[in-house]
């Protein structure tokens, strides 16, 4: 069993900055790939980027490549999502998960333990 807490949301102009960090509970956390997904009011929820266990593979969602950046930390059992360049499009509640099975993926069925989400909101 997985817990994963995320932090780092908040209100933030458009073209600025914010870093999501996502905590993650268990001795085992190098075994999990790691992602970020989002979700907007009325929307499916949607991938953003994932990472695999060591750290040498990324992935990210068209819409936020160049602009997002997926990093982890195996020491400190966290993964992060640096997000530069916001758009209000962006808007979302952002979601960290965690998939046992060590193959990177982007849907949201792959995904064994889910975080509770934190809010971003861009303002233009």
């Known amino acids: 069993q997985v817990q994963l807490v995320e932090s780092g949301g908040g209100l933030v102009q458009a073209g600025g900055s914010l870093r999501l960090s996502c905590a993650a509970s268990?001795?085992?956390?190098?075994?999990?790939?790691m992602g970020w997904f989002r979700q907007a009011p009325g929307k499916e929820r949607e991938f953003v980027a994932a990472i695999n266990g060591i750290g040498g593979s990324t992935y990210y969602a068209g819409s936020v490549k160049g602009r997002f950046t997926i990093s982890r930390d195996n020491a400190k059992n966290t993964v992060y999502l640096q997000m530069n360049s916001l758009k209000p499009e962006d808007t979302a509640v952002y979601y960290c998960?965690?998939?046992?099975?060590?193959?990177?993926?982007?849907?949201?069925?792959?995904?064994?333990?889910w975080g509770q989400g934190t809010q971003v909101t861009v303002s233009s």
């Open positions: 998960a965690a998939d046992r099975s060590a193959r990177v993926s982007h849907y949201v069925r792959e995904y064994d333990y």
């Open positions: 268990g001795r085992t956390f190098t075994s999990y790939v």
